[in-house]
């Protein structure tokens, strides 16, 4: 069985910090992983993912993520956080070998001033 | 390009009523999926089609729950009767061919069963 793990339901960072995202993932076969975000009454956009190429990959508005094969992470960090950057932030998982793609509880990111 | 369009934004229906959403995806995408989004919870799949065929339904409440999609394209998801826990947000998604591609979301259809 896949799953996804997001440490932390809620996260506050002071706009300028860095933040940082934690997620595990579950899996015996290769995973495809992805960062997606969801601002307020929105549906889900797509801000990065691990399709087994480099481990470390580059998404929209200056997020990236680091595949961690040895931990089973892929945990999301922006350097500089802006006010723009508060939503809920969920990651998802597919299997090399399954069609199905699950999402992770979610994490909330507040941005203080 | 279109995106994922879903109509109704809002409804509200009284426990034991039915009602239906409906989703048009990206057009050429194979892969359909209806997620069930309770309020601070991540989505839940409830069904993913490719193309004409069903994937996965394992976590839908089969004696209430149901949904097709018509010719590979169009999809309602319809609930019948509706209970207390189903309020939430309904997402449609499609993806060019099942979940190694990047899903695109619909906007989605907030449901409150009164």
């Known amino acids: 069985a896949q799953s996804v793990t997001q440490l932390g339901s809620h996260v506050s960072v002071s706009e300028g910090a860095l933040v940082l995202l934690r997620c595990n993932y579950s899996?015996?076969?290769?995973?495809?992983l992805f960062w997606y975000v969801q601002y307020p009454n929105q549906g889900l956009q797509l801000l990065l993912k691990?399709?087994?190429?480099?481990?470390l990959v580059k998404g929209i508005n200056g997020f990236e993520a680091e595949f961690k094969k040895s931990e089973t992470s892929f945990h999301l960090t922006k350097p500089s956080a802006h006010m723009s950057d508060a939503a809920e932030y969920f990651c998802a998982v597919t299997l090399s070998n399954d069609y199905k793609l699950s999402f992770g509880a979610g994490t909330t990111v507040t941005v203080r001033a | 390009e279109a995106g994922v369009a879903q109509s109704p934004r809002y409804k509200i229906i009284e426990k034991r009523q039915s009602v239906a959403f409906w989703c048009n995806p990206i057009?050429?995408?194979?892969?359909l999926y209806w997620y069930q989004q309770i309020l601070g919870q991540g989505p839940k799949l409830l069904i993913q089609f490719q193309n004409n065929g069903v994937v996965d339904d394992s976590q839908l409440p089969k004696d209430r729950f149901s949904a097709e999609r018509l010719k590979g394209v169009d999809s309602t998801l319809k609930i019948q009767p509706a209970k207390l826990e189903d309020s939430a947000v309904y997402l449609c998604?499609?993806?060019?061919?099942?979940?190694?591609?990047?899903?695109?979301f619909g906007q989605g259809t907030r449901l409150t069963v009164v």
């Open positions: 057009s050429g995408h194979a892969t």
């Open positions: 899996s015996s076969v290769p995973p495809y």
């Open positions: 998604a499609s993806s060019q061919n099942g979940g190694r591609t990047e899903a695109f």
């Open positions: 691990y399709t087994s190429a480099a481990t």
